[in-house]
């Protein structure tokens, strides 16, 4: 949490020093930040679309390969509660270079990754990089906008959030049929050297503040993330064994001593709990959490159906999932104007439906014998829904927050998202090898060509598979939608 102890009069100081003196251009340092934002939340999903060529290549299982993203996410999301505070302490602009650096570097080391445990190493240290630079766009954002311009600049950080979760999909297809998918992490490299001279030479840099680190939360929040997320991904693999059991309870008390400690430590809490005491930021954070999990849930299983079932191309497959980032896209200028004039369950709710009809429509357009077309229009719906999910629910979660909490909240908000986006994996992971354990032909599948050819016995059976496994984010979705109708009933405020 960036900056949590900041007071509105230091941070308005702040603004009207660096503006009397134009010695900071505003919008050029949000660009600057926006890069390495942008990256990092690129390659939450566009690993996607490469996964099954990377399984073949690699000569690995499912479960192998949705620990490549799992990996990512997790080391992303644990020290993204505490990077917040480096950057208080050792200045924004510090860490988040030091940020890019890890980042660019075991960028390269992924693409070189020959085997699946190197790949997963080097995506930890790749998501540490994520972890550093996170907090810090949030950070410079609130620190060289004033208050009542902040409005646009959020606006325009949430879109691009969505560009970049939504189009990794259609960049990986790409990148992957014209270069092979170790590029998918190579041009991370180019990104990261445009972003260090700009970094360098437009964020200013800021006072550091004195802060006490939390490190005993930080471990005890990793710990009991990770034997969470551990637990439902292996559990299956290990058959519920004691190691397991033994696992998961560990976890679940760290867990609970971690909440216990942040009471304790209110004034320097990794997660102050006083957030959740507003309504409107505890129902938006919940919502949040749903949506993250339904997107990188549902991405997972029409890749491997495209793929492997239909036999469509990387390229091909991109191709499909155009219609979900271009209807961001068109609708970002709509959804902000409509956060200020229309009550939030009214907005939220019908998005949620929206989204839950667009991956049930998903759902039915994935059988063999239907032209795979049909998969661009329930991207096409998944993608409207979702655009009014997003920027709507960061506007709602901090409207009744107060200002010296906004750093807070937003890093609070941000760790949901990607928790979120790690138990959508770690979910249909275990959701569609649970149906292919059931009946037997896991081995036969993880052994099988890329493209399963119609007259092997297991094609029908794996689709089946596949196709079950997408209730899992229709059924998250409509828990979301319930949830997002206890929103308030008033009109976001905007300040000019």
Request: net charge positive; proline share 5%.
């Amino acid at each position: 949490m960036s900056h949590i102890e900041q007071s509105d009069t230091a941070l308005s100081s702040e603004n009207i020093f660096f503006s009397e003196s134009e010695s900071i251009k505003p919008w050029p340092a949000f660009w600057a930040v926006s890069i390495g934002f942008f990256m990092i939340m690129l390659d939450t999903t566009i690993i996607a679309v490469a996964q099954p060529n990377i399984q073949i290549a690699l000569q690995t299982s499912l479960n192998s390969v949705i620990w490549v993203n799992s990996s990512y996410l997790l080391a992303y999301s644990v020290p993204m509660l505490l990077s917040g505070r480096l950057g208080d302490r050792f200045s924004p602009r510090n860490i988040y270079i030091l940020g890019i650096i890890i980042f660019t570097f075991s960028s390269i080391l992924c693409g070189l990754s020959n085997t699946i445990s190197l790949l997963i190493v080097a995506r930890v240290f790749q998501g540490i990089g994520a972890a550093l630079m996170g907090p810090q766009t949030l950070s410079v954002i609130n620190r060289v906008f004033p208050v009542g311009a902040r409005g646009p600049a959020l606006a325009t950080w949430g879109a691009v959030s969505g560009l970049a979760t939504f189009s990794g999909p259609l960049l990986g297809g790409v990148i992957v049929a014209f270069l092979g998918w170790q590029w998918i992490f190579f041009v991370n490299v180019p990104l990261g050297i445009i972003a260090i001279p700009l970094t360098l030479r437009y964020i200013p840099k800021f006072s550091p503040n004195s802060h006490r680190f939390d490190i005993p939360g930080v471990l005890l929040s990793g710990i009991g993330l990770f034997g969470l997320v551990f637990s439902i991904q292996q559990g299956q693999e290990l058959h519920w064994n004691i190691a397991i059991w033994t696992i998961l309870s560990i976890s679940i008390i760290s867990l609970f001593c971690f909440i216990q400690s942040q009471k304790s430590r209110e004034n320097e809490a990794l997660v102050p709990l006083s957030l959740f005491r507003t309504q409107d930021f505890s129902i938006s954070v919940l919502s949040l959490f749903m949506i993250s999990i339904a997107v990188n849930a549902q991405i997972v299983p029409v890749m491997y159906f495209l793929q492997r079932i239909d036999g469509c191309s990387p390229l091909t497959t991109a191709m499909l999932t155009v219609s979900m980032p271009a209807c961001g896209v068109i609708l970002a200028s709509k959804v902000g104007r409509i956060i200020g004039k229309v009550t939030a369950p009214y907005v939220v709710f019908p998005a949620f439906i929206v989204t839950a009809f667009g991956a049930l429509f998903l759902m039915l357009a994935m059988m063999p014998e239907r032209p795979v077309w049909l998969i661009t229009i329930g991207y096409g719906i998944f993608g409207i829904g979702a655009a009014f999910i997003w920027s709507p629910l960061a506007a709602y979660a901090t409207r009744n927050v107060p200002e010296t909490l906004q750093g807070a909240a937003s890093g609070v908000f941000n760790t949901f998202r990607i928790l979120g986006a790690v138990l959508g994996n770690s979910l249909i992971a275990f959701v569609i090898e649970d149906r292919l354990r059931n009946i037997n032909i896991i081995n036969s599948i993880d052994n099988s060509p890329l493209v399963i050819s119609p007259a092997d016995g297991l094609r029908l059976h794996y689709a089946i598979s596949l196709i079950d496994s997408v209730w899992l984010p229709i059924v998250t979705l409509l828990a979301g939608a319930f949830i997002s109708l206890f929103l308030s009933k008033k009109v976001v405020q905007r300040k000019v």
